[in-house]
Protein backbone atom coordinates (compact mmCIF):
# COMPACT_ATOMS: atom_id res chain seq x y z
CA UNK A 1 0.00 0.00 0.00
CA UNK A 2 2.95 2.82 0.86
CA UNK A 3 5.58 2.89 -1.91
CA UNK A 4 8.95 4.15 -0.53
CA UNK A 5 10.49 7.30 -1.88
CA UNK A 6 13.40 7.94 -0.32
CA UNK A 7 14.18 11.87 -1.66
CA UNK A 8 10.79 12.52 0.10
CA UNK A 9 11.66 11.31 3.23
CA UNK A 10 14.95 12.44 3.63
CA UNK A 11 14.07 16.10 4.96
CA UNK A 12 13.50 15.79 9.08
CA UNK A 13 10.59 17.60 9.87
CA UNK A 14 8.99 18.48 13.07
CA UNK A 15 5.75 16.05 14.59
CA UNK A 16 3.99 19.47 14.75
CA UNK A 17 2.47 19.23 18.07
CA UNK A 18 2.17 22.91 17.88
CA UNK A 19 2.57 25.64 15.61
CA UNK A 20 4.83 27.39 15.19
CA UNK A 21 6.69 23.98 16.93
CA UNK A 22 8.99 24.59 19.84
CA UNK A 23 11.94 25.33 18.02
CA UNK A 24 10.50 28.60 17.35
CA UNK A 25 10.17 29.60 20.76
CA UNK A 26 12.28 32.07 22.13
CA UNK A 27 13.16 34.53 25.27
CA UNK A 28 11.08 37.58 24.30
CA UNK A 29 7.86 35.39 25.59
CA UNK A 30 7.91 35.42 29.41
CA UNK A 31 5.68 35.85 32.65
CA UNK A 32 4.11 38.71 31.88
CA UNK A 33 2.66 37.17 28.52
CA UNK A 34 1.35 34.67 29.67
CA UNK A 35 -0.27 36.57 32.70
CA UNK A 36 -2.43 38.55 30.57
CA UNK A 37 -3.74 34.89 28.55
CA UNK A 38 -4.40 34.08 31.50
CA UNK A 39 -6.49 36.83 32.93
CA UNK A 40 -8.35 36.62 29.18
CA UNK A 41 -9.11 32.90 28.88
CA UNK A 42 -12.74 31.34 29.64
CA UNK A 43 -14.58 28.18 28.62
CA UNK A 44 -13.22 25.21 28.47
CA UNK A 45 -9.76 24.18 29.62
CA UNK A 46 -7.48 21.38 29.65
CA UNK A 47 -4.55 20.65 32.22
CA UNK A 48 -1.12 19.08 31.20
CA UNK A 49 0.81 18.47 34.83
CA UNK A 50 4.59 17.71 34.56
CA UNK A 51 5.76 15.28 36.74
CA UNK A 52 9.81 15.39 35.76
CA UNK A 53 11.09 12.06 37.69
CA UNK A 54 11.48 8.93 37.20
CA UNK A 55 12.45 5.50 39.09
CA UNK A 56 15.11 4.37 35.88
CA UNK A 57 16.02 6.50 33.09
CA UNK A 58 15.52 4.59 29.30
CA UNK A 59 18.14 5.46 27.14
CA UNK A 60 16.45 6.57 24.68
CA UNK A 61 14.56 9.28 25.65
CA UNK A 62 14.19 12.28 25.06
CA UNK A 63 11.68 14.03 27.61
CA UNK A 64 12.86 16.42 30.61
CA UNK A 65 13.43 13.56 33.46
CA UNK A 66 15.53 12.87 35.80
CA UNK A 67 16.07 9.99 38.36
CA UNK A 68 14.04 10.04 41.77
CA UNK A 69 16.73 8.92 44.03
CA UNK A 70 16.59 12.36 46.52
CA UNK A 71 13.42 13.06 48.51
CA UNK A 72 14.31 16.06 49.26
CA UNK A 73 14.22 17.09 45.73
CA UNK A 74 11.30 15.80 44.96
CA UNK A 75 9.55 16.87 47.53
CA UNK A 76 10.98 20.56 46.81
CA UNK A 77 9.82 20.26 43.36
CA UNK A 78 6.03 19.08 44.28
CA UNK A 79 6.23 21.76 47.02
CA UNK A 80 6.70 24.45 44.01
CA UNK A 81 4.52 23.02 41.50
CA UNK A 82 1.15 23.02 44.47
CA UNK A 83 2.40 26.87 44.57
CA UNK A 84 2.16 27.18 40.56
CA UNK A 85 -1.21 25.58 40.43
CA UNK A 86 -2.19 28.37 43.09
CA UNK A 87 -0.77 31.50 41.45
CA UNK A 88 -2.35 30.15 37.77
CA UNK A 89 -5.59 29.43 39.67
CA UNK A 90 -5.71 32.95 40.40
CA UNK A 91 -4.98 34.83 37.72
CA UNK A 92 -7.88 32.14 35.63
CA UNK A 93 -11.49 33.70 35.25
CA UNK A 94 -14.27 32.38 36.76
CA UNK A 95 -15.39 31.67 33.45
CA UNK A 96 -12.79 29.06 32.47
CA UNK A 97 -13.65 25.41 33.54
CA UNK A 98 -10.80 22.38 33.05
CA UNK A 99 -12.46 19.26 31.17
CA UNK A 100 -9.36 17.58 31.11
CA UNK A 101 -6.28 17.42 33.04
CA UNK A 102 -3.30 14.80 31.77
CA UNK A 103 -0.37 13.74 33.93
CA UNK A 104 2.90 13.69 32.40
CA UNK A 105 6.60 12.93 32.24
CA UNK A 106 8.80 11.78 33.26
CA UNK A 107 6.60 8.99 34.77
CA UNK A 108 3.75 10.11 37.23
CA UNK A 109 4.20 6.80 39.02
CA UNK A 110 7.65 8.10 40.16
CA UNK A 111 6.20 10.26 42.80
CA UNK A 112 4.40 8.43 45.60
CA UNK A 113 0.79 7.50 45.49
CA UNK A 114 0.06 9.72 48.67
CA UNK A 115 1.96 12.88 47.03
CA UNK A 116 0.01 12.07 43.61
CA UNK A 117 -3.36 12.23 45.15
CA UNK A 118 -2.25 15.68 46.71
CA UNK A 119 -1.66 16.90 43.56
CA UNK A 120 -5.31 15.80 42.59
CA UNK A 121 -6.67 17.72 45.55
CA UNK A 122 -5.08 20.75 44.77
CA UNK A 123 -6.04 20.99 41.52
CA UNK A 124 -9.53 20.03 42.20
CA UNK A 125 -9.86 22.68 44.88
CA UNK A 126 -8.04 25.05 43.18
CA UNK A 127 -9.40 24.80 39.83
CA UNK A 128 -13.33 24.99 38.47
CA UNK A 129 -13.86 21.41 37.68
CA UNK A 130 -16.56 19.00 37.07
CA UNK A 131 -15.16 15.39 36.46
CA UNK A 132 -12.82 16.55 33.83
CA UNK A 133 -11.47 13.25 31.64
CA UNK A 134 -8.14 12.56 33.87
CA UNK A 135 -5.27 10.76 32.09
CA UNK A 136 -2.06 9.80 32.99
CA UNK A 137 1.21 8.18 31.32
CA UNK A 138 2.54 5.44 33.46
CA UNK A 139 5.93 3.19 33.30
CA UNK A 140 4.70 -0.32 34.41
CA UNK A 141 8.30 -1.20 36.03
CA UNK A 142 7.49 0.69 39.00
CA UNK A 143 3.78 0.31 39.22
CA UNK A 144 3.31 -1.43 42.25
CA UNK A 145 0.11 -2.99 43.74
CA UNK A 146 -0.39 0.60 45.89
CA UNK A 147 -1.10 2.47 42.96
CA UNK A 148 -4.22 0.44 42.29
CA UNK A 149 -6.56 1.87 45.14
CA UNK A 150 -5.23 5.35 44.30
CA UNK A 151 -5.85 4.99 40.46
CA UNK A 152 -9.49 3.76 41.21
CA UNK A 153 -10.35 6.44 43.80
CA UNK A 154 -9.25 9.54 41.85
CA UNK A 155 -11.26 8.34 38.88
CA UNK A 156 -8.38 7.86 36.29
CA UNK A 157 -10.31 7.07 32.80
CA UNK A 158 -6.98 6.56 30.84
CA UNK A 159 -3.81 5.92 30.72
CA UNK A 160 -0.74 5.42 28.70
CA UNK A 161 1.70 2.82 29.16
CA UNK A 162 5.40 2.86 27.79
CA UNK A 163 6.01 -0.83 26.56
CA UNK A 164 8.40 -0.22 23.45
CA UNK A 165 8.79 -3.64 22.77
CA UNK A 166 9.05 -6.90 24.31
CA UNK A 167 11.69 -8.74 23.09
CA UNK A 168 13.94 -9.07 25.83
CA UNK A 169 17.08 -8.23 23.94
CA UNK A 170 15.95 -5.38 22.77
CA UNK A 171 14.83 -4.15 26.03
CA UNK A 172 18.41 -4.90 27.22
CA UNK A 173 19.56 -2.65 24.29
CA UNK A 174 17.75 0.56 25.09
CA UNK A 175 17.93 0.56 28.93
CA UNK A 176 14.39 -0.69 29.58
CA UNK A 177 13.95 -4.32 31.00
CA UNK A 178 10.33 -5.17 32.21
CA UNK A 179 9.12 -8.84 31.29
CA UNK A 180 5.59 -9.28 29.56
CA UNK A 181 4.31 -10.59 33.03
CA UNK A 182 4.79 -7.01 34.09
CA UNK A 183 3.04 -5.33 31.44
CA UNK A 184 0.09 -8.13 32.00
CA UNK A 185 -0.25 -7.57 35.98
CA UNK A 186 -0.14 -3.69 34.68
CA UNK A 187 -2.72 -3.97 32.34
CA UNK A 188 -5.11 -6.35 34.78
CA UNK A 189 -4.22 -3.49 37.21
CA UNK A 190 -5.85 -0.68 35.05
CA UNK A 191 -8.57 -2.71 33.75
CA UNK A 192 -9.59 -3.62 37.78
CA UNK A 193 -9.16 0.24 38.82
CA UNK A 194 -12.14 1.03 36.65
CA UNK A 195 -9.42 2.63 33.42
CA UNK A 196 -11.45 2.58 29.78
CA UNK A 197 -8.62 2.82 27.54
CA UNK A 198 -5.16 2.26 27.68
CA UNK A 199 -2.61 3.20 25.24
CA UNK A 200 0.52 0.71 24.48
CA UNK A 201 3.05 3.22 23.14
CA UNK A 202 5.39 1.09 21.04
CA UNK A 203 8.56 1.71 18.73
CA UNK A 204 10.12 0.35 15.65
CA UNK A 205 13.85 1.25 13.99
CA UNK A 206 15.25 0.12 17.80
CA UNK A 207 18.69 -1.24 17.56
CA UNK A 208 18.98 -4.51 16.24
CA UNK A 209 14.98 -4.58 15.79
CA UNK A 210 13.62 -7.26 12.92
CA UNK A 211 10.26 -7.36 11.29
CA UNK A 212 9.79 -10.36 13.69
CA UNK A 213 10.52 -8.44 16.79
CA UNK A 214 8.22 -5.89 15.61
CA UNK A 215 4.95 -8.50 14.52
CA UNK A 216 5.59 -10.38 18.10
CA UNK A 217 5.13 -6.98 19.77
CA UNK A 218 1.65 -6.29 18.28
CA UNK A 219 0.46 -9.55 18.24
CA UNK A 220 1.27 -9.39 22.23
CA UNK A 221 -0.61 -5.84 22.38
CA UNK A 222 -3.24 -6.67 20.76
CA UNK A 223 -4.09 -9.73 22.64
CA UNK A 224 -4.08 -7.55 25.92
CA UNK A 225 -6.54 -5.39 24.75
CA UNK A 226 -5.16 -2.17 24.59
CA UNK A 227 -7.66 0.56 23.18
CA UNK A 228 -4.80 2.68 21.88
CA UNK A 229 -1.60 1.96 19.85
CA UNK A 230 1.32 4.69 19.44
CA UNK A 231 3.99 3.43 16.93
CA UNK A 232 6.54 5.81 17.26
CA UNK A 233 9.80 5.19 14.86
CA UNK A 234 13.01 5.93 17.29
CA UNK A 235 14.86 8.78 16.65
CA UNK A 236 18.29 8.54 17.38
CA UNK A 237 20.04 12.18 18.10
CA UNK A 238 22.93 11.53 20.28
CA UNK A 239 23.64 15.13 19.95
CA UNK A 240 20.75 16.80 21.26
CA UNK A 241 20.02 13.40 23.95
CA UNK A 242 22.89 12.65 25.11
CA UNK A 243 21.74 9.45 27.01
CA UNK A 244 21.65 8.08 23.86
CA UNK A 245 25.10 7.64 23.38
CA UNK A 246 24.61 4.09 25.01
CA UNK A 247 22.82 2.89 22.27
CA UNK A 248 24.68 1.05 19.66
CA UNK A 249 24.08 3.18 16.70
CA UNK A 250 25.14 0.74 14.25
CA UNK A 251 23.00 -2.09 14.86
CA UNK A 252 20.19 0.36 13.86
CA UNK A 253 17.67 -0.13 11.14
CA UNK A 254 18.71 1.83 8.29
CA UNK A 255 15.79 4.37 6.64
CA UNK A 256 14.44 1.04 3.90
CA UNK A 257 14.13 -0.80 7.02
CA UNK A 258 12.57 1.72 9.32
CA UNK A 259 9.85 2.55 6.16
CA UNK A 260 8.80 -1.31 5.75
CA UNK A 261 7.67 -1.72 9.67
CA UNK A 262 5.93 1.56 9.92
CA UNK A 263 4.19 0.38 6.89
CA UNK A 264 3.68 -3.23 8.07
CA UNK A 265 2.65 -1.70 11.68
CA UNK A 266 -0.29 -0.07 9.86
CA UNK A 267 -1.35 -3.10 7.39
CA UNK A 268 -1.07 -5.58 10.48
CA UNK A 269 -2.90 -3.15 13.06
CA UNK A 270 -6.36 -2.28 10.28
CA UNK A 271 -6.19 -5.87 9.73
CA UNK A 272 -6.70 -6.61 13.73
CA UNK A 273 -9.89 -3.98 13.16
CA UNK A 274 -8.25 -0.52 14.55
CA UNK A 275 -9.18 2.53 13.14
CA UNK A 276 -6.10 4.62 11.85
CA UNK A 277 -5.69 7.93 13.65
CA UNK A 278 -3.15 10.04 11.81
CA UNK A 279 -0.09 8.40 10.73
CA UNK A 280 1.46 6.53 14.06
CA UNK A 281 -1.63 6.02 16.23
CA UNK A 282 -4.58 3.63 15.99
CA UNK A 283 -7.53 2.99 18.51
CA UNK A 284 -10.25 0.46 18.40
CA UNK A 285 -13.57 1.64 16.71
CA UNK A 286 -15.49 1.76 20.51
CA UNK A 287 -12.80 4.52 21.75
CA UNK A 288 -13.21 8.28 21.81
CA UNK A 289 -9.68 8.62 19.91
CA UNK A 290 -11.22 6.76 16.73
CA UNK A 291 -14.81 7.98 16.95
CA UNK A 292 -13.36 11.65 16.88
CA UNK A 293 -11.07 10.47 13.97
CA UNK A 294 -14.17 8.76 11.91
CA UNK A 295 -16.62 11.87 12.66
CA UNK A 296 -13.64 14.81 11.46
CA UNK A 297 -13.21 15.86 15.46
CA UNK A 298 -9.32 14.87 15.51
CA UNK A 299 -7.30 17.60 16.87
CA UNK A 300 -3.82 18.02 17.58
CA UNK A 301 -1.50 19.23 20.88
CA UNK A 302 1.35 18.67 22.84
CA UNK A 303 0.17 15.57 23.89
CA UNK A 304 -0.48 14.24 20.01
CA UNK A 305 -3.56 13.12 18.22
CA UNK A 306 -6.53 13.72 20.60
CA UNK A 307 -10.27 14.56 20.68
CA UNK A 308 -9.95 17.28 23.40
CA UNK A 309 -11.54 20.54 21.80
CA UNK A 310 -10.59 22.97 24.50
CA UNK A 311 -9.15 25.55 22.58
CA UNK A 312 -6.67 26.79 25.72
CA UNK A 313 -4.11 24.30 27.14
CA UNK A 314 -2.24 25.13 30.52
CA UNK A 315 1.01 23.51 31.00
CA UNK A 316 2.11 23.04 34.97
CA UNK A 317 5.32 21.73 36.07
CA UNK A 318 9.51 21.96 34.69
CA UNK A 319 9.60 22.55 30.49
CA UNK A 320 5.29 22.07 30.74
CA UNK A 321 4.32 24.05 27.52
CA UNK A 322 0.91 26.06 27.61
CA UNK A 323 -1.58 26.43 24.00
CA UNK A 324 -3.50 29.72 23.75
CA UNK A 325 -4.87 30.70 20.56
CA UNK A 326 -2.28 33.49 20.03
CA UNK A 327 0.48 32.32 22.22
CA UNK A 328 2.40 29.32 23.14
CA UNK A 329 4.27 29.47 26.04
CA UNK A 330 6.66 27.42 28.19
CA UNK A 331 7.69 27.52 31.28
CA UNK A 332 11.03 27.26 32.81
CA UNK A 333 13.28 23.82 31.84
CA UNK A 334 15.84 23.92 34.90
CA UNK A 335 13.62 22.44 37.90
CA UNK A 336 16.20 24.18 40.18
CA UNK A 337 14.96 27.41 38.78
CA UNK A 338 11.29 26.67 38.41
CA UNK A 339 11.59 26.27 41.97
CA UNK A 340 13.52 29.16 42.98
CA UNK A 341 11.07 31.28 40.97
CA UNK A 342 8.02 29.84 42.59
CA UNK A 343 9.09 30.23 46.03
CA UNK A 344 9.26 34.12 45.10
CA UNK A 345 5.52 33.61 43.99
CA UNK A 346 6.58 34.08 39.94
CA UNK A 347 5.13 32.45 37.36
CA UNK A 348 7.78 30.71 35.29
CA UNK A 349 7.47 30.91 32.10
CA UNK A 350 10.35 31.82 29.88
CA UNK A 351 10.23 30.84 26.25
CA UNK A 352 7.48 31.00 23.51
CA UNK A 353 5.87 32.83 20.84
CA UNK A 354 3.10 34.76 19.76
CA UNK A 355 1.17 33.17 17.20
CA UNK A 356 0.11 35.84 14.74
CA UNK A 357 -2.75 35.49 12.10
CA UNK A 358 -0.76 34.02 9.54
CA UNK A 359 0.56 31.39 11.89
CA UNK A 360 -3.08 30.82 13.08
CA UNK A 361 -3.58 30.22 9.33
CA UNK A 362 -0.90 27.72 8.44
CA UNK A 363 -1.36 25.74 11.71
CA UNK A 364 -5.08 25.06 11.01
CA UNK A 365 -4.27 23.70 7.67
CA UNK A 366 -1.10 21.61 9.02
CA UNK A 367 -3.30 20.65 11.77
CA UNK A 368 -6.15 19.57 9.13
CA UNK A 369 -3.92 17.92 7.08
CA UNK A 370 -2.52 15.35 9.91
CA UNK A 371 -5.79 14.59 11.35
CA UNK A 372 -8.02 14.99 8.40
CA UNK A 373 -5.60 14.44 5.38
CA UNK A 374 -7.45 17.30 3.33
CA UNK A 375 -7.16 21.07 4.21
CA UNK A 376 -8.69 24.36 1.90
CA UNK A 377 -5.45 26.02 0.93
CA UNK A 378 -5.88 29.48 0.03
CA UNK A 379 -4.53 30.84 -3.37
CA UNK A 380 -1.35 32.85 -1.72
CA UNK A 381 -0.53 29.44 0.07
CA UNK A 382 -0.70 27.39 -2.80
CA UNK A 383 1.55 30.05 -4.94
CA UNK A 384 4.25 29.74 -2.12
CA UNK A 385 3.45 26.08 -1.44
CA UNK A 386 2.53 24.63 -4.76
CA UNK A 387 6.21 24.19 -6.09
CA UNK A 388 7.44 22.52 -3.22
CA UNK A 389 4.34 20.10 -3.12
CA UNK A 390 5.24 19.12 -7.35
CA UNK A 391 7.03 16.02 -6.40
CA UNK A 392 4.32 14.47 -3.74
CA UNK A 393 1.59 15.27 -6.54
CA UNK A 394 3.94 13.86 -9.29
CA UNK A 395 3.96 10.52 -7.07
CA UNK A 396 0.51 10.80 -6.62
CA UNK A 397 0.85 10.85 -2.35
CA UNK A 398 -1.70 13.99 -2.28
CA UNK A 399 -3.79 15.39 -4.98
CA UNK A 400 -6.00 18.72 -5.29
CA UNK A 401 -9.67 18.58 -5.29
CA UNK A 402 -10.87 21.85 -6.22
CA UNK A 403 -9.41 23.90 -3.49
CA UNK A 404 -8.55 21.33 -1.17
CA UNK A 405 -5.04 19.62 -1.23
CA UNK A 406 -5.88 16.01 -0.13
CA UNK A 407 -3.16 13.67 1.16
CA UNK A 408 -4.29 9.75 -0.58
CA UNK A 409 -4.06 6.63 1.62
CA UNK A 410 -0.51 5.93 0.15
CA UNK A 411 0.57 8.89 1.05
CA UNK A 412 0.26 8.97 4.85
CA UNK A 413 3.35 7.99 5.77
CA UNK A 414 4.63 11.92 3.62
CA UNK A 415 2.05 13.65 5.76
CA UNK A 416 4.29 15.37 7.86
CA UNK A 417 6.43 16.52 4.97
CA UNK A 418 3.43 17.16 2.67
CA UNK A 419 2.59 19.94 5.93
CA UNK A 420 5.75 20.95 6.12
CA UNK A 421 5.57 22.45 2.64
CA UNK A 422 2.96 25.43 4.57
CA UNK A 423 6.03 26.17 7.49
CA UNK A 424 7.84 28.82 6.53
CA UNK A 425 10.27 28.31 9.80
CA UNK A 426 12.00 25.27 8.24
CA UNK A 427 14.12 27.07 6.18
CA UNK A 428 17.19 27.24 8.66
CA UNK A 429 16.21 24.69 11.38
CA UNK A 430 15.37 21.12 9.55
CA UNK A 431 18.93 19.68 11.46
CA UNK A 432 16.70 20.28 15.06
CA UNK A 433 14.27 16.92 13.86
CA UNK A 434 13.87 13.32 13.35
CA UNK A 435 13.11 11.61 10.12
CA UNK A 436 9.64 11.42 8.75
CA UNK A 437 8.80 7.78 9.18
Same mark, same amino acid.
Given at each position: ?10 ? @? ?8 ? +? ?37 ? /? ?45 ? @? ?39 ? +? ?6 IERASLGVQTFAPQLQQAIGRIQPT ?37 LEQTVAMGADRIALFGYAHVPHLIP &? ?13 ? &? ?65 ? @? ?28 ? &? ?17 ? &? ?22 ? /? ?39
Open positions: MWTYHPDLLAI @PVPRYTSFPT +AAEFGEGIGADDYEAALERTGGEVSLYVHIPFCEKICWY /CGCNTSVANRRDRVASYLDALHREIVLVAERLPLSAQVTRVAFGGGS @PNGISPIDFVRLVDALTLQFDTSRPVTSIELDPRTLGPEWA +AVLASVGRMIENSMAMLRGAGVRSVNFDLMYGLPGQTMAHLESS &RQRKIDASDLPDAAA &RFAMAAFGYAYLLDKGYVAVGFDHFALPGDALAQATLTGHLRRNFQGFTEDQAPVLLGLGASAIGGF @PDLLVQNEKNTGRYRMMLSQDRLTATRGIV &RSADDQRRGAVIEALLCRG &RATIASDLWREAGPLLRPYLDAGL /CEMDGADLVINPGGLPYARSIAARFDPYRKDSLRRFSSAV
